[in-house]
């Protein structure tokens, strides 16, 4: 439970109320104005969508391509149906 955070040690270093670890709002709105938030992922949905998409349609024109030559693992194409062994 300590490592979860849902209970805490007043005064410890490694297991803090979980309110210690989270940015302060006003620190939080300020670097959200600035637009930098230091995410690993775009924070603006249509960008982040469209990344996502195109990177969908990426692997599976890869996964298409491999099926198409039968060489995808443990899978196969019969009669119509994918069978995954």
């Not at 490592?3 to 939080?28: C, E, H, K, N």
């Not at 603006?44 to 060489?71: C, H, K, N, Q, S």
């Amino acid at each position: 439970r300590l490592g979860s955070g849902s209970i805490w040690v007043d005064g410890s270093r490694a297991y803090r109320t979980l309110d210690d670890y989270q940015l302060p709002v006003p620190t939080f709105e300020a670097m959200r104005a600035t637009g930098d938030l230091r995410l690993a992922v775009p924070t603006d949905f249509p960008e982040w969508y469209e990344e996502r998409r195109t990177l969908l349609v990426r692997r599976m024109t890869e996964v298409e391509r491999a099926a198409a030559a039968g060489e995808l693992v443990d899978v196969t194409i019969e009669r119509g149906q994918l069978l995954i062994s």
